[in-house]
């Protein structure tokens, strides 16, 4: 237990390397004297660490042996983590589908077992999802489920959880006031020092929204969820972020130069991590910003290349944007 926590400490510091350093520690020492309830634990703890290294490989195995071994031993709560952890994985590299069929595994067990804090994220987790495929209705749903559970439990991180999913929710309704005000609720409601990578998550989305509302404030809050997510050596929101500045420091700033770099480097980061959404993503962000600045070639390119990711995602509401945007510049 004391590796774990020392991985633990590490991780909390940006220092990934060391915490996986000291969680294989714990691995090793558990598999030796044969306790299987730490070394189930110890695996999950170094699926999470690579997860964030950008490994998606190493951090499905890792989920996958830890989830195996703690259902062997009848360990249901580590089950319902296992599949809830390998349903973000499979959000992260944009089979939000598989996501949610294993959200609802783990949802299942952690209903039958009480466990109100694996319950509430997997409903979460579905409801998330399930934004991303354009199904609002549904999503709404879901994330008043949780915030049933969250107003059961009366605990912060729920609520603030709660407001960050509204905000997903209202903002890819195209309500973006809405969507500023649940978002602007959460930051001034979490813990700024123990809730870092959620803080990052949340500076992300507002930056966003700014985009949307031209408001020049989207480039400081892009920028501050970079900052975070590289001091937490997070692969994944610091791809997100430097898209999301990127397209900010263009659209608001004038300053395509530096905004097409920063994309460009997104681009090559989800690319290099296997994140396949988060590369459409990229790819058609550079098509909307081609549009902006009158290169009608280059915006077509893009965002083609953007729709046969999107359309093997199955990715419905991506691919009618599109078609619709080159409608737009056809016409």
Known sequence: SFYLLLGAVYRAAGNLNKAIEFCQRAADISQNIGNQRFLGLANNNLGIYYELLGDIKTATDYYTKSMELRARIGDKRGEAIGYFNLGTLKSRIGEKNSAIELYQLSQKIAQEINDIRTLFNSIIGIAKDLIELGKLSEAFENIKKAEKLAQERDEEWMKCDIQYHYSRYYFANGDSKTAANYILKAINSVNPQTSKEII????????????????????HYAEQGLKMAQNLSDKYHEAHSLQILGKSQILLANDPSTGIRNIKRAIAMADELNLKALYADGLLTLGEVMIYEKNKKQAINYTKQAKKIYTKLNYKTKIEKIDKLLREISG
């Open 200 to 219: 990052s998550r949340y500076y992300i989305l507002l930056a966003e929204i700014y985009i949307q509302e031209n408001d020049s404030k989207a480039i």
